[in-house]
């Protein structure tokens, strides 16, 4: 039995029993059988349906949802759709009477304890599973500009705009305190945040939003130093910071306490996560910049360098230090300097920019790559300023070498060559009548006096040939040669180079062969005297070299002093071995990335030889039968072209690294032999797969 009292006007005064039994529906109608009991006097109605604003009373026990949704249509005066999913029973009991619209949300509560939702579309409300709510029509607002008009229980959507945090890390902290089949999204392009979710939550999640988004770091704040320098005190003022928990690793970087040392001025520019933060890193400081105590022996002060070399830097401080004094800044004497090209072959070692230099005022230390300076404060405040600016991480340039050879050669020969002889056998004398030639091949008669002599040669090329007996042996007495050849030649050479900016480096690919020089033998004395004979040899590398030294200008331009040498062995001779050698020695400057031509060759040549006999030969056709011609046309083109690449931090360098490294093991892997049962060896080596560097791992994972 559903129960439904309906409190009536006070002239009515009628307490109304709905019975489950009478609730029904026919062709769209509600029908109700309703008992009334009136207060004396009064005229009672014959079917009492109340007023809408009237005062109810609900007792649902186990009550078919869709049937305690109609019964709210009808007190609501709302149209209500049920979603064929939505089945159950819900309890639904007030002790008191309340209001339609209170009965209307504590049917919205209940519906939410059962998994269930009511969404508004368009004036029509939709009994719905609690997570589809989110796909079907719903209210949406915008915070700050109003609230959205609907039930605590109802699902609605809202969007945050934020001011100051990053919407991604609201997510995190949020995302737990919203019902599992809710969403909350985030839209970088606007920092906002959509929620999703039921309207008395997002009431809570707007008052948790607004204490967290609020400024996460404060102004800069300048620091000036009285004692300690700057760039000294910034990273450690840094570490500190962080190690107290000032920063988020791996979050926004405004949670994060910045301290930039500004040398000019000997001050810290400083940005905390919050006025906390702030007034740790001014303690630190205050602590931090106090006088050094002086000490019997005089101001002594270790600088580490970073990148400078430290016996370099020396040189070039004390000489700095010394200004005009010519003497005292004179570095210690060095062997010279290797000059690029034919004076310095491949084989010289790289001399070195300076020499090992120590004492003064200054003084390097190479085993830690140090500076040891004796000076008063302010003096050492001035170098600390020139050292800061010269120990920076020095840029790198690749140097791409193009050498690419293309040779073409062709040659023809055609030639005709025949001997009669007349007379007979016995005769004191023979007529002999022919014509015989030297180039295209061997000479007819050579070649029938080989045959006869049992030594047979051949000629290459197509031949024609007649052959006569005499005195029973086959004699030559006719030959055509007919023979065309062709030869072309492809080389591409490529030396890559990485080096850095304004040091020489040098690279040499190919042999080291022997030449020999001289040779002595010792007879000895008398005829049991033993021979000693031996040979000086001195040996070349023979091959491709590459010698550069590069210079970075302020505008990103390349001055570059190469050397390159291509060079390669001929054949050998009586005297030794004859090699081939190009080179060129060049200063240019390119632009970072551009591809230059250093020089190169192109030749062409053409040969024509001919022999044939006078007069006759140069008849058409005919003489063709009294000559021998060769042509030839040899085409060689040699270009060598050069591009450097300026790579300025870390990040360009293990760039091209690990994409020279995949290209080498990819050709490797396409390398591989095809598998085979009866070959126990099935692979060839290969390099490892390229270890995950520390700019991918830092990367999230998609």
Do not use: C
């Amino acid at each position: 039995m559903y129960r439904l009292f309906l409190q009536l006007p006070p002239r009515f005064a009628t307490n109304l029993i709905v019975s489950s039994a009478a609730i029904a529906w026919a062709g769209g109608l509600f029908h109700a059988q309703v008992w009334a009991q009136a207060t004396p006097g009064a005229t009672p109605p014959a079917v009492a349906t109340g007023s809408r604003n009237a005062p109810v009373t609900l007792n649902f026990v186990n009550a078919e949802i869709e049937a305690v949704a109609r019964t709210m249509a009808i007190t609501t005066g709302r149209n209500i759709v049920v979603d064929p999913r939505v089945k159950g029973t819900i309890t639904l009991v007030t002790e008191n009477s309340v209001t339609p619209a209170a009965a209307y949300n504590q049917f919205l509560a209940t519906l939410r304890l059962s998994g269930f939702t009511v969404v508004d579309s368009g004036g029509l409300l939709k009994v719905v599973p609690e997570a589809d709510a989110k796909l079907q029509g719903g209210s949406v607002s915008v915070a700050g500009t109003g609230p959205a008009q609907a039930s605590n229980s109802a699902i609605v959507t809202q969007i945050f705009r934020l001011n100051y945090e990053n919407p991604n890390n609201l997510v995190p902290i949020l995302r737990p305190l919203i019902a599992p089949n809710n969403t909350i999204n985030v839209n970088p392009g606007n920092n906002s945040l959509i929620i999703t979710d039921y309207a008395d939550n997002l009431t809570r999640l707007g008052r948790i939003i607004s204490a967290l988004d609020v400024s996460n770091a404060t102004d800069l704040e300048i620091i000036p130093l009285k004692h300690a320098l700057a760039s000294d005190l910034a990273p450690l003022i840094s570490r500190l910071a962080e190690s107290g928990g000032g920063g988020a690793p791996g979050g926004d970087a405004s949670f994060r306490t910045t301290v930039i040392a500004e040398s000019r001025s000997n001050t810290l520019i400083a940005r905390a996560a919050n006025p906390a933060r702030m007034a740790l890193v001014r303690s630190l400081v205050e602590k931090l910049d106090q006088p050094i105590s002086q000490s019997p022996s005089g101001n002594i002060y270790v600088v580490y360098l970073k990148n400078a070399d430290a016996t370099k830097l020396a040189v070039t401080l004390r000489a700095a230090l010394q200004g005009g004094n010519t003497a005292a800044a004179a570095p210690t004497p060095s062997a010279p300097v290797a000059v690029l090209g034919a004076g310095a072959p491949a084989t010289a070692p790289i001399a070195a920019s300076a020499a090992p230099s120590t004492g003064g005022q200054i003084q390097a230390d190479p085993a830690t790559n140090s500076l040891i300076i004796t000076a008063a404060e302010p003096q050492y405040r001035q170098l600390r300023a020139v050292i800061d600016k010269l120990d920076a991480r020095r840029a790198q340039v690749f140097v791409e070498s193009l050498i690419a050879e293309v040779n073409a050669d062709k040659a023809a020969e055609f030639g005709i060559q025949w001997q009669g002889v007349s007379g007979k056998n016995g005769d004191s004398v023979l007529g002999v009548l022919g014509t015989n030639f030297s180039i295209g091949g061997q000479n007819i008669i050579s070649l029938a006096t080989g045959a006869a002599s049992g030594a047979a040669s051949f000629s290459t090329g197509g031949n024609v040939g007649l052959v006569n007996k005499t005195n029973g042996i086959y004699v030559l007495g006719f030959l055509a040669r007919f023979l065309q050849t062709k030869g072309d030649g492809n080389i591409l050479s490529t030396p890559n180079l990485l080096t850095l900016d304004n040091e020489e480096a040098k690279i040499v690919i190919g042999q080291n062969v022997p030449f020999v020089t001289g040779s002595f033998t010792n007879t000895g004395t008398g005829g049991g005297g033993t021979v000693n004979p031996f040979q000086t040899v001195e040996r070349k590398d023979v091959g491709i070299t590459l010698r550069v030294k590069p210079q970075i200008s302020e505008n990103g331009t390349i001055k570059m002093q190469i050397f390159q040498e291509v060079s390669s062995v001929q054949s050998n001779s009586a005297a030794g071995l004859i090699t081939a050698k190009r080179s060129i020695e060049s200063n240019v400057l390119v632009d970072d990335g551009a591809i230059i031509v250093l020089g190169g060759l192109l030749q062409d040549e053409y040969s024509d030889q001919q022999e044939k006999i006078p007069g006759i030969g140069d008849v058409p056709l005919i003489g063709s039968l009294f000559k021998t011609e060769i042509r030839s046309r040899k085409k060689t083109n040699l270009m060598i072209f050069l591009r450097p690449v300026v790579m300025r931090d870390a990040n360009a360098s293990e760039v091209l690294s690990m994409d020279r490294y995949d290209l080498i093991r990819n050709q490797q892997l396409g390398q591989q032999p095809a598998a085979s049962v009866m070959m126990p060896i099935n692979e060839a080596p290969a390099l490892p797969s390229r270890p995950v560097s520390p700019a991918d791992a830092s990367k999230p994972a998609k």
